[in-house]
């Protein structure tokens, strides 16, 4: 049986809620000096020049911005979890990057050492096993997959992206986001079906079976649409479709490995077929 993410980095002996409260203590305590010789926080300095940041949108405060996206780090959080640890990684890298940004664009002096502040956060991100994906020039990160990530290099670049969003702590109970996906590499795998059919017929039925099934192509949930309309699927909790979600996304990655595999075998076989012509 699979241990669980918690299970590995117990084993792994990291401390998670450790690294969590290092990095809080460099975003809120009042360590950085000031020309003035006052110490202030990161987060001060922060919030000091956020009306430079691209990704602020229309908050004219940090303090909105938090609010709005419900960024409220605590110490001490309740219900902590790795989660805790990759949303306060993720909040810091972003607003580091901005803040960098800010200064080359608005030509203020930084007083945060920018450098050494994403070194430590990416220096926890590759300790416990997690990985970034940007998109529109933000970063998140999500659990390290080999998998995911080599079915990603075959992908269109926007494609890329979402194989590897699928995993982001984010999306978790995101139903309609995981659809979305789905629904995208149905689409991708749509034309591959021919020749994964001729690698494993039975696991391509599955695989499309599921795809027009389990409410991603068509909305099988809903009884005003009978020529689609399922029972079982409509009676699932969220839980339950979602776990069918996870299901088949393994499915789509296991599809473009099978496909990749097979255009792998014609290599393999040429240079077999060598190796042996010459005995």
Request: aromatic share 12%; with cysteine; glycine share 4%.
């Amino acid at each position: 049986m699979r241990k669980n993410f918690a299970e590995v980095l117990k084993d792994a002996h990291i401390d998670i809620k450790k690294e969590y409260q290092k990095l809080y203590s460099m975003l809120f305590d009042p360590n950085i000096e000031t020309k003035r010789k006052t110490l202030i926080s990161m987060h001060d300095e922060l919030g000091n020049v956020f009306h430079t940041f691209r990704l602020r949108g229309t908050c004219l405060t940090i303090n909105e911005f938090d609010s709005k996206f419900g960024f409220e780090f605590q110490m001490d959080p309740e219900n902590f979890s790795v989660d805790s640890l990759i949303s306060i990684c993720e909040y810091m890298y972003n607003m580091l990057i901005a803040y960098q940004s800010g200064a080359d664009n608005w030509k203020f002096t930084k007083i945060i050492n920018v450098h050494f502040c994403l070194s430590q956060i990416m220096a926890v991100i590759e300790t416990v096993g997690y990985m970034s994906a940007l998109e529109n020039g933000f970063t998140i990160f999500v659990e390290k997959s080999p998998v995911a990530m080599s079915v990603a290099e075959t992908l269109p670049e926007s494609a890329s992206y979402k194989v590897i969003a699928y995993n982001h702590h984010s999306m978790k109970g995101n139903l309609e986001g995981k659809k979305n996906i789905l629904f995208l590499l149905s689409g991708i795998l749509e034309p591959k079906r021919p020749k994964l059919k001729e690698i494993d017929p039975g696991f391509t039925s599955d695989l499309f079976y599921a795809f027009n099934n389990f409410n991603i192509r068509h909305n099988n949930a809903d009884s005003d649409g009978k020529r689609h309309f399922s029972q079982v699927i409509a009676n699932m909790n969220n839980a339950e479709l979602e776990y069918w979600y996870d299901e088949t996304y393994q499915m789509c990655l296991l599809a473009f490995l099978r496909l990749e595999q097979a255009e792998r075998k014609l290599k393999f076989d040429d240079v077999k077929s060598k190796i042996e012509s010459n005995r």
